[in-house]
């Protein structure tokens, strides 16, 4: 560090990639493994884009000249249940000192009234999940694409608990079907 020579991970990874390899060879003898180029090369013959769901679908269909597509593809994303940081270096706007103390606040809130962090509502004729607290009578609320849903004809993000419909309390998943462009809850 003191000439200036900069850190390197090294092979650590790839050995990883190694031993585990070898150790999923040895406790599935059944199993074909494949490779990244494989894929690539699969998802092409089969004129797929670039996706996790397609990845997959190459693998699956490995050797074959066609498949058949549909659009019906469920996807999950996890989602956060707390800020776990107690402590804040630079304060928040309208705090005049940082959080030394490791108190809790707001943003560390799981839930007001019925409604909880991660919650699948809908408001206003859209469907989102609650994303955050501020106080104890308004929350924020994000579609899947992570857009703030706002209150008609404001351009403010809080949006009060009492015009909210919880839908289903899904702890810290967001479970939606890209085929209808409606969300479903698994």
């Known amino acids: 560090m003191l000439d200036g020579k900069k850190f390197s991970r090294g092979y650590r990874d790839a050995t990883t990639m190694n031993i585990l390899r070898k150790r999923l060879k040895a406790a599935f003898p059944e199993a074909v493994f494949t490779y990244g180029n494989i894929t690539a090369a699969d998802r092409k013959i089969l004129k797929l884009e670039k996706s996790h769901a397609n990845d997959a679908v190459a693998i699956a269909a490995h050797g074959l000249g066609q498949v058949s597509t549909t659009a019906d593809t469920t996807y999950y994303r996890q989602l956060r249940k707390q800020k776990r940081s107690l402590h804040e270096a630079t ?96």
């Open 91 to 186: 304060p928040r706007k309208g705090i005049r000192e940082p959080n030394r103390d490791a108190k809790r606040n707001k943003k560390n809130t799981s839930h007001v009234g019925n409604s909880y962090l991660n919650d699948k509502v809908k408001v206003y004729g859209q469907t989102g999940w609650v994303s955050g607290f501020s106080g104890s009578s308004s929350v924020y609320v994000r579609d899947r694409n992570g857009r703030y849903l706002t209150v008609h004809g404001k351009n403010y993000k809080l949006i009060p608990v009492r015009d909210l419909h919880v839908h289903a309390h899904s702890n810290n998943w967001a479970v939606y079907n890209r085929k209808d462009g409606e969300e479903k809850q698994a």
